[in-house]
């Protein structure tokens, strides 16, 4: 299936991109004040990339995937705008450790489209 291969791509872009938030924001906490200017459009992106991979896995449940990519894909959304709603208002004791539920969540699941469970309907 196209939508899956296209779902794949997405979800690993998506996965690479979360995974530079934390270290954006280690090398803004050591110090660093360039790593927070690039740490909110970084953020920004992730979640449009997390909108992408909502159409996408739409596209491909309607298409005979399964239900879970589709429905994974909207939570981690939902997560992710709350995720920068806290970072705006510096509410780091939410917004910490929901990105690292998210890191794990998007990663979790970018390995899980790899996997041959996902190419199954």
Known sequence: ??????????????AAAICLQPILAGVYLNG????????????????????????VA???????????????SLLVLIGESVQIGMGYSR???LHLPLGIALVGAVVGFAVWTRRQQAASS
């Open 1 to 14: 299936m196209m939508s899956l291969a296209v779902l794949r791509l997405v979800a690993v872009t998506h």
């Open 32 to 55: 660093t004040g360039g790593a927070q200017r690039i740490h909110e459009p970084v953020g920004l992106a992730v979640a449009a990339v997390a909108t992408i991979q909502l159409l």
């Open 58 to 72: 739409t596209i491909w449940w309607r298409s005979g995937g399964r239900l879970t990519a589709p429905l994974v």
């Open 91 to 93: 509410e780091l004791a």
